[in-house]
C-alpha cells in the first residue's frame, strides 16, 4: 500500500456511464494486474475502490462505471485535477500460472482488469483468448485493445446486438473456447454460473462493498474454504478451490 | 519547541495519546510495513468473543455524510487466536501498548475471555465491550442499563489484574449513569464513545442499505456527541477516559482531551486514510506550539 496524489490527464467516456481515467505516475503502481486503488472522492467520506485497467511507466490508466455519488463525483474531475489515492491494494492475478493457453472472462465493467492481465500474460508468450459479456453492442469496452495485444475475443450481448445473443456461459459453451488456465472477473452472478464450468486453477476477482479497501474495517468479508477472508487484503483475486460455491 | 506528548493511563506510559479504535485497524499487523507500529501511543485490538465468528451478511458499511454506518458484526477469529497467535505475533512487532477489546454475549462469556486476555504476556490493557449495536443480544444491551453494566464490570474486574477498561455507548439516556455503575464496581477507566445507532435506505432498491438493517454510525459528525459524552462523564467520575468519536486531527484530540480524555482513540479516519494517526502524531507539536500547550497531560479535562 503507498499513498499518491496524481494529476489527471484524461478524464473522459468510453460507453454510456464508463470512463477512463488515465493519471501520471512516474513509475508503475502495481506489483500485480488484478490489484486496484482507493480513490479519495471530493463530498464523500470514504474513498471508493476502483479497478486498474493499465499500470505503466509514466501512466496509470482506471477504468469506472458511474453507479452512485462517488462514481458521478468521480466522473466530474477534469484534467489537470490532482487525485489522492492509495495504490497496490489486494492480491491482484497470478499470470505466472498459467502455463499455456490463458482464457479471460469478463461481464460489464468487470472487464476492466483483464487488459493488464492480457499484457502481461503476451509478454510471457501466452496465448490468450477472451469472452467479454454486456447487455448491447453499446456498452462494450476493450474489445479492441485486448484484440490489439493479440487476443482472440469473443463478445457475447444479452439482446444480441453485438456477437453471440446471451450470457458469457453462453459463449463459452458455443465458442469451445481452448485453454488451460482461466482468470474471471465481472458481477457475482456471473462468476458463480461460471464456478462449475471453469477448472479448479481459475482464478475470480470478487466485488463487494468496501470500506476502508486496506483490511482494517472488515467490511467486505467473504466466506472461503480456508474461512472468513477480506475481499480487499487477501483478495480481491481468488482461487476457484478457495471458494465454496 | 520540544513538546511532552506522552501521557499516563491508567499508570502506564504512553508515548503519546493516539490509539487507534478497535475494528478500524485491522487485526493490528496490517500496517507495520507502512509505517511503525511502535509510533502509536497504544493499539486497541479488534473486538473478539469467546468463538471464532463470521460476522453479518455483506453489504457492512453504507457512505454517510461525515462519515459511515458499519454493521460488521464482531467478525473475530476469537479469543483463544486472540492470546495465542494475534497477540504474541503483534508484540514480536513492535513494544507500544496493546489494549484487547473484549465483547461477549453473557456475562460468563465476558469473564472468560477477560481471564483469558489476562493471562497473556502480550496484552496491556483490557477493554470491555458492552456498546456493540450490530450483534442481537448481548452486544449493547450490556452497555444501555447500569445494573447489566455493573454485573459485566463486576465479572471482567474478577478476571484481570491488568488495567480494565470499560467501552460505553452513547445510545442512553443518561451515560454518566452507566459510567458511575462501572466505577463503583472497580473499572479503572472508561472508553466512550462506541458508534450511534444508525440506517440508510436505498430509495432506488426500496430496500436498507446493510444487509443488517442497522449499523452503527461514526466519522466526524459524531465528534460533538463524543465530545459531549467525555465531559459529562468526566464530571461525574474519577477514573481516567480513553476519548473515541471522530477525532481526524491534532485539534480534534486536543479538544477531546480538553472534554476530559486522557487519551484518544482514532477510529474511522482510519478508514479514509490508513496514515492518520502517524499524521495525527507528527502534527502535534506545531499545534501545541500554537496553543500554548507545553505538556499534553496538563490540559485533560481543564474545561
Not at chain 1, 502455463?99 to 508468450?125: E, W
Not at chain 1, 469451445?176 to 457475482?188: F, H, L, W
Not at chain 2, 459524531?222 to 459529562?232: E, G, K
Amino acid at each position: 500500500m503507498e499513498k499518491r496524489i496524481c494529476t489527471i490527464e484524461r478524464n473522459s467516456p468510453v460507453a454510456p456511464g464508463c470512463l477512463r481515467m488515465s493519471l501520471t505516475a512516474e513509475e508503475s503502481l502495481l506489483h500485480r494486474c488484478g490489484q486496484f486503488v482507493e480513490v479519495a472522492v471530493p463530498g464523500q467520506y470514504l474513498r471508493r475502490p476502483i479497478s486498474v485497467s493499465l499500470s505503466e511507466e509514466g501512466r496509470l490508466t482506471l477504468l469506472y462505471k458511474v453507479v452512485g455519488k462517488g462514481t458521478a463525483a468521480l466522473a466530474a474531475l477534469k484534467p489537470g485535477d490532482k487525485l489522492d489515492l492509495l495504490t497496490g491494494l489486494g492480491n491482484g492475478f497470478d499470470s505466472s500460472a498459467c502455463r499455456g493457453k490463458a482464457l479471460l472472462v469478463g461481464g460489464g465493467i468487470g472487464v476492466a482488469p483483464l487488459l493488464q492481465l492480457c499484457r502481461d500474460l503476451r509478454a510471457a508468450g501466452r496465448e490468450v483468448s477472451a469472452i467479454l459479456g454486456f447487455n448491447t453492442a453499446a456498452e462494450i469496452l476493450l474489445r479492441e485493445e485486448l484484440e490489439a495485444l493479440g487476443a482472440r475475443v469473443t463478445v457475447a450481448t444479452m439482446d444480441g446486438s453485438a456477437g453471440i445473443r446471451g450470457l458469457v456461459t453462453d459463449a463459452l459453451q458455443e465458442a469451445g473456447a481452448d485453454y488451460d488456465q482461466a482468470y474471471v472477473c465481472g458481477p457475482m452472478p456471473m462468476m458463480r454460473a461460471l464456478y462449475p464450468l471453469l477448472p479448479d486453477a481459475s482464478e475470480f476477482s470478487l466485488e463487494e462493498r468496501m470500506g476502508c479497501g486496506t483490511g482494517l474495517c472488515f467490511g467486505c468479508t467473504v466466506q472461503t474454504t480456508e474461512g472468513p477472508r477480506r475481499i480487499c487484503h487477501d483478495g480481491p483475486v481468488f482461487k476457484k478451490t478457495q471458494l465454496p460455491w | 519547541m520540544v513538546k511532552d506528548i506522552s501521557v499516563t493511563l491508567a499508570g502506564i506510559c504512553l508515548k503519546n495519546p493516539v490509539i487507534p479504535a478497535s475494528g478500524t485497524f485491522g487485526l493490528g499487523y496490517e500496517m507495520a510495513e507502512v509505517f511503525a507500529l511502535d509510533r502509536l501511543g497504544a493499539i486497541a485490538l479488534k473486538g473478539t468473543t469467546l468463538e471464532p465468528r463470521f460476522g453479518n451478511p455483506t453489504p457492512r458499511i453504507a457512505e454517510c455524510t461525515g462519515g459511515l454506518l458499519n454493521a460488521v458484526g464482531l467478525q473475530n477469529p476469537g479469543i483463544d487466536a486472540l492470546v495465542g497467535d494475534v497477540a504474541p505475533k503483534l508484540r514480536s512487532l513492535c513494544s507500544t501498548p496493546l489494549i484487547a477489546n473484549i465483547s461477549g454475549f453473557s456475562v460468563d462469556e465476558f469473564g472468560i475471555c477477560c481471564e483469558k486476555a489476562d493471562a497473556c504476556a502480550a496484552i496491556d490493557i483490557v477493554e470491555v465491550n458492552v456498546s456493540c449495536p450490530n450483534v442481537h443480544k448481548g452486544g449493547m444491551a450490556f452497555g444501555t442499563d447500569p445494573a447489566a453494566a455493573a454485573e459485566v464490570t463486576r465479572r471482567a474486574r474478577k478476571a484481570t489484574r491488568k488495567p480494565l477498561f470499560i467501552k460505553l455507548s452513547p445510545n442512553v439516556t443518561d451515560i454518566t449513569a452507566i459510567a458511575r455503575a462501572c466505577e463503583d464496581e472497580g473499572a479503572d477507566g472508561l472508553t466512550l464513545i462506541n458508534t450511534l445507532l444508525g440506517m440508510r435506505i436505498d430509495i432506488r432498491r426500496r430496500k436498507p442499505v446493510l444487509a443488517n438493517r442497522t449499523g452503527g454510525f461514526s466519522g466526524p459528525a459524531v465528534f460533538p456527541v463524543a465530545i459531549r459524552c467525555v465531559n459529562q462523564v468526566a464530571k461525574a467520575c474519577r477514573i481516567p477516559i480513553i476519548g473515541c468519536g471522530g477525532v481526524s486531527s491534532a485539534e480534534d484530540l486536543i479538544e477531546m482531551m480538553m472534554a476530559g480524555a486522557t487519551a484518544v482513540q482514532v477510529g474511522s479516519a482510519n478508514l479514509r486514510d490508513p496514515l492518520a494517526c502517524p499524521a495525527i502524531i507528527d502534527a502535534l507539536p506545531a499545534v501545541m506550539e500554537q496553543l500554548g500547550i507545553e505538556k499534553l497531560q496538563d490540559i485533560i479535562g481543564i474545561v
